[in-house]
């Protein structure tokens, strides 16, 4: 008896390294395979997207500035050079944040640009990404990147409130600068037939020369946008119904690239 339990312990004793090692190399294996960044993307994110990945600083093709600028009637926008490239260019893009705010400057496609709005509403996020870069106002910034696909992109601020207030371009690759205006006016147009939604907030300040108003509101669900406070563009009409302090209820709409309120309730 004791000679047939000391054979089977000497029997497993030699089996279970052996299973373990298997259980390790299959294992690391699989995980290696699909490994994913902390934020749950991979981490070749940038290899696979649709716009293109990271260019290399040695092969740019040309260079081209882009300006972000704030105007006095409430408006965020991406001015500069013209966004149209060739599919295979690599291209340094320079920033310039001439706002008194910070904003981001993002490449990528409307759709995946309109999901990582939503995202940035609803919690504060961090990112470092190459295909954005987020810059403090009065900084430069840059941005290389190699266009590998022929299509309609978009380049944005994500910032709760400025992609709203006008911060955003087509970008288009290829023979698709035509494309990518029609794709913006369709963008507009779908916005202004969207279902009414109105929000509640209080007038803080009327600027009635200056035709703005700055309302303390609630999230304006139509624009996917949480609860602050800011300045929207108003024509003279509604201007003259809105007073310091009053509790409205009221709809607000990009108009020209303005966040702009077109209703009251």
Known sequence: MKNLLLTTAIALTFAM??????THDGGHDAVKADSHGADGHSENHAEMMMIGMPGDASKVDRTINVIMVETDDGAMLLEGDDLTFKSGETIRFVIENRGEQEHEFVLDTVERNAEHKIEMAKM???????NRITLDAGATGEVIWTFANDGTFEAACLMPGHYESGMFRAVAVGDQAMKASMTMAAADVQVAQAEVEYTKGKVTKVDA???????????????????????????????????EGQEIEFVAEPVKGKLTVTQLK
Request: charged share 25%; aromatic share 4%.
């Open 209 to 243: 020369k200056g035709g703005k108003v700055t309302i303390d509101h609630g999230p304006l669900l139509n624009l996917d946008m949480p609860a602050m406070k800011m300045v929207f563009r108003a024509d003279e009409a509604m201007i003259s119904k809105l007073s």
């Open 17 to 22: 390294p052996a299973f373990a090692a298997g």
């Open 124 to 130: 504060a996020m961090e990112h470092d990404d190459p």
